[in-house]
């Protein structure tokens, strides 16, 4: 099975609601990374967590690697946050072998 | 800031054709890069890791044959698809890392490839 398993696939939000993501790892991870996929294809860095938690503006993340799971809060949803995010997982040491969720489809509903 | 820039943004190829992508990073050094795939059912693949001055590895599936990938310097990383077949489309995304500095994995937007 997939070593790393991303909910929901889709989320539609209201302008200002807020909800979470999750990533749900198979096996032991050592640091896990978020990214948005925005409309011109970009991947864009939103976090780097090797343990605990990050919070940059509407964003948060949190990282358990003894539970095995990552999380990725939006509050107050804004357009700007319409795209596609992606957890993506570092199991070993010294690489940059990534295994990514399958996305989460993020749109505001107008 | 650090970025990756990926060109050509896309390309169509014929069948049977090989083209080449090329990877720039900026501001930092990119001592270890990473070719991924995003196929069209959107699930990534890591293609190869390549770091400056070592062995280039390449996943299962995929090999120096018909991926060669050079990585001369700590600022520039290339890599040829050849002989492109149907399969072989998809997003192209190289992801940069200066090991000395930070962790995190750069990602340029990628090289869109479509194989007519």
């Known amino acids: 099975g997939d070593q790393v398993e991303q909910s929901p696939s889709a989320l539609s939000l209201h302008e200002g609601t807020g909800s979470a993501l999750r990533c749900n790892f198979t096996t032991t991870m050592r640091a896990v990374q978020w990214f948005r996929k925005n409309s011109r294809g970009s991947l864009i860095n939103l976090f780097y967590?090797?343990?605990g938690t990050k919070e940059n503006g509407r964003l948060k993340s949190a990282f358990d690697s003894k539970e095995r799971y990552s999380t990725l809060h939006i509050r107050d949803a804004q357009l700007e946050d319409s795209g596609t995010y992606f957890c993506?997982?570092?199991?070993?040491?010294?690489?940059?072998?990534?295994?990514f969720g399958k996305g989460t489809k993020f749109s505001l509903i107008p | 800031g650090a970025l990756v820039y990926q060109y050509p943004r896309r390309t169509i190829c014929k069948s049977g054709t090989s083209m080449r992508m090329e990877c720039q990073a900026v501001g930092f050094q990119a001592t270890s890069v990473a070719w991924y795939r995003q196929s069209p059912q959107k699930t990534f693949e890591l293609i190869a890791l390549?770091?400056?001055?070592?062995?280039?590895?390449?996943e299962q599936n995929f090999t120096q044959e018909k991926f060669p990938i050079s990585h001369p310097n700590l600022s520039f990383s290339s890599m040829t698809v050849l002989n492109a077949y149907l399969e072989d489309r998809g997003l192209y995304l190289c992801?940069?890392?200066?090991?000395?500095?930070?962790?995190?994995?750069?990602f340029g937007s990628g090289t869109r490839l479509t194989v007519l």
């Open positions: 390549s770091t400056v001055n070592s062995a280039i590895k390449y």
């Open positions: 967590l090797a343990s």
């Open positions: 992801g940069a890392r200066d090991w000395g500095y930070a962790e995190t994995l750069y």
């Open positions: 993506a997982a570092e199991a070993g040491t010294g690489s940059n072998r990534l295994t």
